[in-house]
Nanobody
Framework: QVQLVESGGGLVQPGGSLILSCVASGNNISSHFMGWYRQVPGKQRDMVATITGGGSTNYADSVKGRFTISRDNPKNTVYLQMSSLKPEDTAVYYC???????WGKGTLVTVSS
């Protein structure tokens, strides 16, 4: 069983940056396929970025060039660096261990002036 805890969300102005962290416990996730997803109330949860155990990444078209997913295996942590943030990036961001189908509780990102 893998437990995931996200942090780093908050209020940021348009054009600003944030770094989200996802710390895993209960198992070593270094080989796991991990991802960040986001959800706006009333809408479906959408993939933002994924990273394989080997470090290959994939991004939603809406965040390409602005967001970067990475992992620090010794720290059992996955990150999402977000820059050039837009109001439409406002959502609850969830970390997922796709390999074992485990989700965190989410962290809210609000982009507003």
């Amino acid at each position: 069983q893998v437990q995931l805890v996200e942090s780093g969300g908050g209020l940021v102005q348009p054009g600003g940056s944030l770094i989200l962290s996802c710390v895993a416990s209960g198992n070593n996730i270094s080989s796991h396929f991990m991802g960040w997803y986001r959800q706006v109330p009333g809408k479906q949860r959408d993939m933002v970025a994924t990273i394989t155990g080997g470090g290959s990444t994939n991004y939603a078209d809406s965040v390409k060039g602005r967001f970067t997913i990475s992992r620090d295996n010794p720290k059992n942590t996955v990150y999402l660096q977000m820059s050039s943030l837009k109001p439409e990036d406002t959502a609850v961001y969830y970390c997922a261990d796709i390999f074992v189908k485990s989700w965190g509780k989410g962290t809210l990102v609000t982009v507003s002036s």
